[in-house]
């Protein structure tokens, strides 16, 4: 069965960093490409990040890009979120999802991140 | 970036009724058109794949179509369980985009 179980959220300070990690199992990790797509609750979905199985493409949403970086370790069947220069706004439930034909087809579970003073 | 634009934004519906929702992309799209269904309190659970391929192991009552701007999502026959709020989402081009939600509540 497969598996994605996101870590690393919390609350932070604007302007401060962290990094979300999100461990997949049950599947062959390196043949799949991997999102990020976030949530505030009660509100609609934002796709964020994609990173293609090779870690050669990067893609990310206007309102994260030059702030956000995605990265991936196929040894270690895990996707990354690297989050800098953070902002009230980025508040939400981040959600690692699988890409299947270019849709979601399992997410985890989420962390919740909140920036706040 | 393609904005998708979900109408109706909420649609009450009884048991049994049939229920269509509709997704227009602000400039055509190809097939790579995606509906996400996401009851509360829960993760978005993948419905339709290529704007008209149902995932596996969802019911047959759910069906989608489309062309260029315009996709509808359409349950056939409305279940209990089906009361949630529908997404619809676009991999056509980076930014991917999802509509805003349409969310099915009960009359």
């Known amino acids: 069965e497969v598996y994605l179980v996101e870590s690393g959220g919390g609350l932070v300070q604007p302007g401060g960093s962290l990094r979300l990690s999100c461990a997949a199992s049950g599947f062959t990790f390196s043949d799949f490409s991997m999102n990020w797509v976030r949530q505030v609750p009660g509100k609609g979905l934002e796709w964020i990040s994609y990173i293609i199985s090779t870690a050669n493409a990067k893609y990310y949403a206007d309102s994260v890009k030059g702030r956000f970086t995605i990265s991936r370790d196929n040894a270690k069947n895990s996707v990354y979120l690297q989050m800098n220069s953070l902002r009230a706004e980025d508040t939400a439930v981040y959600y690692c999802?699988?890409?299947?034909?270019?849709?979601?087809?399992?997410w985890g579970l989420g962390t919740l991140v909140t920036v706040s003073s | 970036d393609i904005q998708m634009t979900q109408s109706p934004s909420s649609v009450s519906a009884s048991v049994g009724d049939k229920v269509t929702i509709t997704c227009r992309a602000s400039?055509?799209?190809?097939?790579?058109l995606a509906w996400y269904q996401q009851k509360p309190g829960k993760v978005p659970n993948l419905l339709i794949y290529?704007?008209?391929n149902l995932q596996s192991g969802v019911p047959s009552r759910f069906s989608a179509s489309g062309f260029g701007t315009d996709f509808t999502l359409t349950i056939s026959s409305l279940q209990p369980e089906d009361f949630a709020t529908y997404f619809c989402?676009?991999?056509?081009?980076?930014?991917?985009?999802f509509g805003q939600g349409t969310k099915v509540e009960i009359k």
């Open positions: 999802a699988r890409d299947s034909r270019y849709s979601f087809d399992f």
């Open positions: 290529g704007t008209s």
């Open positions: 400039q055509g799209i190809n097939r790579w």
């Open positions: 989402q676009q991999a056509d081009s980076f930014p991917w985009t």
